[in-house]
């Protein structure tokens, strides 16, 4: 995987912490839901709220951890993928990095 473009890096290092607020507030919300189910023991509501940040943590460390320009492109994908760019923000980068990020989206 080649490196982002220095213009997107910029970008990217702006549009970044904007992205992560999103997705912790995505995560807050499961957490909400989950903690909101009336039928559930506190127990079982507390099992769960565990396990989803486990596995948001993991994805939040794929997404977010060590930005840098050799990673960048991967973690703008998981940042597309994950919907916590809107397209006014996605269409900032060059066409050349949309080009490799749109396909990567696909499979």
């Known amino acids: 995987m080649r490196e982002i ?6 970008i990217l290092l ?3 912490s ?3 607020e999103r997705f912790c507030k995505q995560i807050l919300l499961e957490i909400e839901f989950i903690h909101s189910q009336s039928t559930k023991s506190f127990h ?3 099992l769960d709220i565990y396990a989803t940040l486990q596995r948001r943590d993991k994805e939040i460390a794929q997404t977010f951890n060590n930005l840098r ?9 998981e940042m597309k993928a994950r919907g916590l760019l809107i ?3 996605f269409s900032r980068f060059s066409q050349e990095t949309q080009d490799i990020v ?3 989206l696909e499979s």
């Open 5 to 10: 473009k220095e213009s997107d890096w910029k």
């Open 14 to 16: 702006q549009l970044h």
């Open 18 to 20: 904007d992205a992560l």
């Open 44 to 46: 079982q509501k507390y």
């Open 69 to 77: 320009r050799s990673t960048a492109l991967i973690q703008l994908v």
């Open 87 to 89: 397209e006014d923000e």
């Open 102 to 104: 749109a396909p990567m």
